[in-house]
T-cell receptor
Framework: ETGVTQTPRHLVMGMTNKKSLKCEQH?????MYWYKQSAKKPLELMFV???????ENNSVPSRFSPECPNSSHLFLHLHTLQPEDSALYLC??????????????FGPGTRLTVL | AQTVTQSQPEMSVQEAETVTLSCTYD???????LFWYKQPPSRQMILVIR??????QNATENRFSVNFQKAAKSFSLKISDSQLGDAAMYFC????????FGKGTRLSVIA
């Protein structure tokens, strides 16, 4: 595997379910990100991790819970979601989170549908 | 807070022709980077081109070039000799302290 991978690619869940999204980067980067992409809206940055520590949390509801066990893996745990949470969830990584120069590399995304 | 505006939700171009996608941004920072990302129908977003704010020279990557007007806070993307594979969503992004994206422009290429 190369680059940034995400599993599952598609997920359908009920509002009472608990599920997790997984992201893995094979680039040796130190920073990882979760974004939410909804139709006709800009990408919304949800969480930023640098060296496994959360450095940014953009007022995301607590029903989204991130976890970064090491610099290569990032999870997004989901519970009691709402239908408006249906979106494409993108994971990205970069060399570090502080430098403006560094390009972010994106995964293919998980298409989440909440029924 | 920084904002990025892409005023063209959809654009189309004939194959082999040139198209320009618009982007404006708002910031009080003096040192930052600007990016154009491409998201094809397969959804994996990839970087197309990057511009450093302190460089006056416009960035160029093969058929892709930008027109960077710092005073006007404008950062347009020009695609020359358009190809069918250029069809995608294009996102303009500002990188200062956070990375801020515009809403995107959907580009269609007509054979």
């Amino acid at each position: 595997e190369t680059g940034v991978t995400q599993t599952p690619r598609h997920l359908v869940m009920g509002m009472t379910n608990k599920k997790s999204l997984k992201c893995e980067q094979h680039l040796g980067h130190n920073a990882m990100y979760w974004y939410k992409q909804s139709a006709k809206k800009p990408l919304e940055l949800m969480f930023v991790y640098s060296l496994e520590e959360r450095v940014e949390n953009n007022s995301v509801p607590s029903r989204f819970s991130p976890e970064c066990p090491n610099s290569s893996h990032l999870f997004l745990h989901l519970h009691t979601l709402q239908p408006e949470d249906s979106a494409l969830y993108l994971c990205a990584s970069s060399q570090d989170s502080g430098s403006s120069y560094n390009e972010q590399f994106f995964g293919p995304g998980t298409r989440l549908t909440v029924l | 807070a920084q904002t990025v505006t892409q005023s063209q939700p959809e654009m189309s171009v004939q194959e082999a022709e040139t198209v320009t996608l618009s982007c404006t941004y708002d910031t009080s920072e003096s040192d930052y980077y600007l990016f154009w990302y491409k998201q094809p129908p397969s959804r994996q977003m990839i970087l197309v081109i990057r511009q450093e704010a302190y460089k006056q020279q416009n960035a160029t990557e093969n058929r892709f070039s930008v027109n960077f007007q710092k005073a006007a806070k404008s950062f347009s993307l020009k695609i020359s000799d358009s190809q069918l594979g250029d069809a995608a969503m294009y996102f303009c992004a500002y990188r200062g302290t956070p990375l801020v994206f515009g809403k995107g422009t959907r580009l269609s290429v007509i054979a």
